[in-house]
C-alpha cells in the first residue's frame, strides 16, 4: 500500500511539473545617486494572481545577483527590495535567460531606515545585525506551527529534539513581540504557536541585559529569534485540549490557553501523564509519544526538564502532573515584566543493572549490581523577570526566583565483587529511605545608569541565593567478606541532614569611551558564601529499641565560608566589521573550614590572575570569522572538602579532602561560519579546548577483599578537545519540492587522570562521529528525513598489559510524514541503533519504531490518532561509560510498547473573529 501510494505521488508530482521551466534573471543593483553597489539586496519573483512566492535570491558584496528559478507562468512580477530604499516592481515575461544589467534604486528618505511598506512580503532582509524572514513568504500546509516555518528557512535546522540552530549557532530564546514566552526553552513558542499569526520572524545575535541597556551587538555565541505576530491577530486567545487512553494504562491529558492583548499576554498550561512526558512537547505527528528512558529514544533517560522546571529522578518511568501559568506586559520606555509559576507532581521507578570492571595497577576485579529505585517529588516554583525605566537614563531590573520542593525516595540494592578468575570477593545489600525538603531563593538587581550620550554608563548589581536542603535517611546494610578472613558487618542508623547555602554578591562596572566605539570597563566583586552542613548520624541500640546511639565518627558540624573580592579591567573595540575584547581578573580567594564537632579548621588564601579575550571579525554579510579564550575559577564542592566518611555505599568509603585548592579551566574556541543566501549553502567550522589546572580528581585505594577507600586531590593533566564542521545545501524548485542535505563530521579527544592504589592512571578516548542527514519535501505532502550516524571510539590506558579498547557505534533514523489524502496524517519515525561495546548479558542493537496516524475534522480544528509507541517491542535502555579507573555497562527500565487513542481540539478567536482551521499546537 505504502509502495502504491508514493508511486502516486510520484506521477501526480511529474505532471503537475512537466509545464514548469527554467529562468535565470541577472545584473547588478546599485545606488542611484553614488552607483555604489548594494549587497544583501533581496532580489525575489512572484506569481501576478496571488503573490506566491516563486524564488529569491540576494546580491553579494558587488551587488550582482542571478535569481534562479522554475515556473510553468509565462508572466510573473520580480522585487528589488533594500532598507531605506524604495522597493522596485518589475513584470517580465518567463525566458531562459533575463539580463537586467544595472538597476538603480532610490533612496526612500520619507520612510525610516528599516521599515517596509506595508503589504510588501519580502521573503528576507539582512539587516546590520539582523536576518528578517516574511513567514507568508514560506509555503507549508495550512495547519503548521512556526518550527514547521523554522524548517523552511534558509541557515536554519531543527533537530528530532526541537533544538534550533542558526548557521550552526544554537537558539536559546525565542521571544513573542519581543517577550519571553512562558519559559525560556525555546520549543515552548515554537512547538505551540501557530505559523499562521506570525507576521516576521526575526533572529538576532543573543543580547545579555547589558548590551540590551548599552546599545551593544551580541557575543555571537547564541542566537535569539523573536517572533511579531500579525496586527490582526494580536488580540485574542487559542488554545488545545488533548486526552489520551492506551495499552498498558499509559494515558496523557492536558491543554494550554493563551491569551492575547498586543503586549499583554497570560498562558495557562496543565498536563498529567504517566508515559515521561513533560506535557510541553507540542508535536502534532507524536504528540503522545513518551520519552523512552533508552539509547534509542528521544532522550537519554526518563528525567526531563522543560522550561527550568524538572520531573522525576532522572532514570526509569516517571508519572507527572503539571498545573502553571505565566504572564507578560510592557509599554515602551516604561517598564517590560514577566512571570511564571508552576506546580509539578511526579513519580519515578527504576529497576537496573550495572557491571563495572574496576582498574587496577596489577590487574581488574568486576562488580555487579542489581537495584529498585522507587521516589516521589512535588514542586513549586515561580519566579519574574521585571524591568523599569526610570527615564531615558536610568534602568532597574530584578529577576526573583523561588522554589519549595519535598522529595521521598526509597533505594534497594545488591552488590557483589569478583577477581579476574571469578571467584566471590565480597557482597553488599543496602537498603535507604530517605525524606528531604528544598528550598531556594534567589534574586538579582542590576541598575544602569547612562552618564552621557557616547556611550559612558555605569552599572551596580546585587545578587542573592539562599537555599536550604534538608533530608532524613535510614541506611540498613549487610557487607560481607569472603575468603580466608571472612567477616560480616551491618549498618543501621539513621541520618539527619540539613544542608544551608548562602551567598551574597555586589558588583559595579563602569565604562569610559576612548573614541568611537572603543572602551574601557573597569569592575569590581564581591562574593561571599557561607555553605553550613550539620550531619547528625545516630545508630540503632538493640537496647532501647531506637536510634539513640550518637555516632560522632560520621557525624559533623560544618561551617565553610568563602569570599572573594575580582577587580577587573576590560578594554573593548566594536567595529563595524572588527570586534576586539581584552579583559584580566584579578581574583583573591580566602577560604575558611571549621568542623565544630571534629573540632578541625583550616584557612586559605589563593590568588588568581584570570585573562579572557574575545576577537571576531566579519569578512562580510555572510562570512564570520570568531575566536574565544576564557579561564574560570572552581571551588571545591563541600563533599570534596568534608573531612567525614560517607559510608552509604560499605564497598566504597568516600572521605573528603579540607586541603584542596581551587582549579582553574583555560578554554580556547575558534570557529568560521559562511551562509551564501544565493545559493543556499552554508558553511562552519569549529575547534576548541579545555586545559584543566589544579583539578580535583578522585584517588582511590582498595584493599585485598576490594574495599576501597576514595578521597581527592589536586591534579594536573586532564584536557578535552573537540573539533568539527558541518556543510548544508538546500535545493528548491519553484513550491514543487526542496531538498536539504547535512553533513556533520565530530571528533573529540579526552584525557583524564585519577590515581588508584598509589598509581598513577590515565584514560585517552578519541571519538570520531560523520553525521549525515537529508530532508526531502514534496508539495507540503511527503516529508522523508533520513540520518545516519557511526562513530568510532578508541580508548587506551597507561597501564601496561591493559587491554586498549576500540568499537563502533551505529545509529541509523528514517522518519516519514504524509499529508495525503487530504485530513489524513500518517507518521513514521524508525531507530536502529548498534553499540559493539556493550558487555555480555547487556543488548546491543534494537530497532524503535513510532507510527502515527490522525484523522482530521472539524474544518482541521480537531485529531482524532492512534499511536504505536515501540511497534516491534524492542526498546532497551542500555549504554556503556568509562572513567580514569572503570568500564561500566548499564541498562535500566524502560518505556515499553503500547497503543494510544488520543482526541484533541484547537480553538482560537482573533479581533472578535473565529479562525478557521488555525491554531494552537499543544500535545
Known sequence: MQKSFLTVVFFLGIFSFSNAQDFLIKGKIVDLDTQTPLEATTIYAESILDSTLIAYSITDQNGLFELEGKTSLSKFNVFFSYNGYKTLKMTLERKSLINLNTIQLEEQFEELKGVQVSGERVPITIKKDTLEFNADSFKTRPDAT?????????????????????????????????????????????KSLPKEIISKIQITNTKTKEQ???????????????????????????GRMAAGYGTDDRYQANGLLNYFNNKKRLSVIASTNNINNAGFSFDEIYDMVGNSGGRVSFN????????????????????????????ADQEKNKYEVSSNYFFSYSDSYNDQKTFRENILPDGSFFTNTESNFRGSTNSNQGGADLEFDIDKTLRVSVEPSLSINRTNSANYSNTTSNDEDGALINSNETATISDGQQRNFSNRMTIFKKLDTIGKYIRFSFRNNNSENINFANLNSLREIFGANPSEETLDQITDSNNKNDSYEIGVRYRQPLADKIYLDFGYEYQNNQRNNKRSVYDFDAITDDYTNFNQSLSSDFRFNTEQQTPSLRFN?????????????????????????????????????????????????SKRLGLWY???????????????????????????????SPSV????NINYNDYNWKDRTGFFMYAGATIEDNSVSSVTTTDEDFLRTTTYANIDGNLNGYGGMQYSKEIKKDSAYSIKFNI???????????????????????????????????????????????????????????DDINFIVHNLQFKT?????????????????????????????????????????????????????????????????????FIQDFQGTVLQQYFMLSFSYKFDQFGGKKSRGNGVRFM
Not at 530564546?173 to 515552548?188: A, E, H, M
Not at 580567594?589 to 576577537?615: C, E, G, H, M
Not at 487530504?822 to 559493539?836: A, K, P, R, V
Request: aromatic share 10%; net charge negative; no cysteine.
Open 744 to 802: 556533520r563530521p565530530y571528533v573529540n579527544f579526552n584525557k583524564r587522570v585519577g590515581f588508584t592504589n598509589g598509581a598513577r592512571l590515565e584514560s585517552k578516548n578519541l571519538s570520531f562521529t560523520p553525521r549525515v542527514s537529508t530532508t526531502l519535501n514534496f508539495r507540503e505532502l511527503v516529508e522523508i528525513e533520513p540520518v545516519y550516524a557511526i562513530t568510532f571510539n578508541q580508548t587506551k590506558y597507561n597501564i601496561d598489559g591493559f
Open 212 to 238: 540590551e541597556f548599552a546599545g551593544e551587538d551580541g557575543d555571537g555565541e547564541t542566537k535569539t529569534i523573536n517572533l511579531t505576530i500579525k496586527e490582526d491577530k494580536n488580540k485574542g486567545y487559542l
Open 817 to 885: 510524514t504524509t499529508y495525503w489524502p487530504e485530513n489524513l496524517i500518517w507518521g513514521n519515525d524508525i531507530t536502529y541503533s548498534y553499540n559493539g561495546n556493550v558487555g555480555p548479558g547487556f543488548d546491543k542493537d534494537a530497532v524503535f519504531w513510532n507510527m502515527s496516524l490522525g484523522w482530521q475534522l472539524l474544518d482541521k480544528n480537531a485529531t482524532i490518532k492512534v499511536l504505536a509507541y515501540d511497534l516491534l517491542n524492542q526498546n532497551i535502555n542500555t549504554r556503556r561509560t568509562s572513567g580514569e579507573d
Open 573 to 621: 573595540s566594536d567595529r563595524e566589521k572588527f570586534r576586539l575584547r581584552i579583559g584580566v581578573d584579578y581574583t583573591a580567594t580566602n577560604l575558611n573550614n571549621r568542623d565544630y564537632l571534629q573540632n578541625t579548621s583550616f584557612s586559605k588564601n589563593y590568588s588568581n590572575v584570570l585573562p579572557n579575550a574575545n576577537i571576531s571579525y566579519t569578512i562580510d554579510k
Open 630 to 660: 576564557n579561564s574560570d575559577l572552581n571551588i571545591p564542592s563541600v563533599n570534596q572538602l568534608q573531612p567525614i566518611p560517607n559510608v552509604s555505599n560499605p564497598l566504597n568509603i568516600i572521605v573528603g579532602n579540607p586541603n584542596l
Open 300 to 327: 537519554s533517560n526518563g528525567g526531563f526538564e522543560v522550561g527550568g522546571l524538572s520531573f522525576g529522578f532522572g532514570e526509569g518511568i516517571t508519572t507527572s502532573s503539571t498545573v502553571g501559568a505565566s504572564y
Open 146 to 190: 512556526v518550527e514547521d516555518v523554522l524548517k523552511k528557512l534558509p541557515g536554519v535546522e531543527v533537530d528530532s529534539n526541537g533544538k534550533i540552530t542558526v548557521n550552526g549557532k544554537e537558539v536559546n530564546q525565542v521571544l513573542v513581540n519581543g517577550q519571553v514566552f512562558f519559559s525560556n526553552d525555546p520549543k515552548v513558542a515554537t
Open 665 to 668: 579551566n583555560h578554554r580556547i
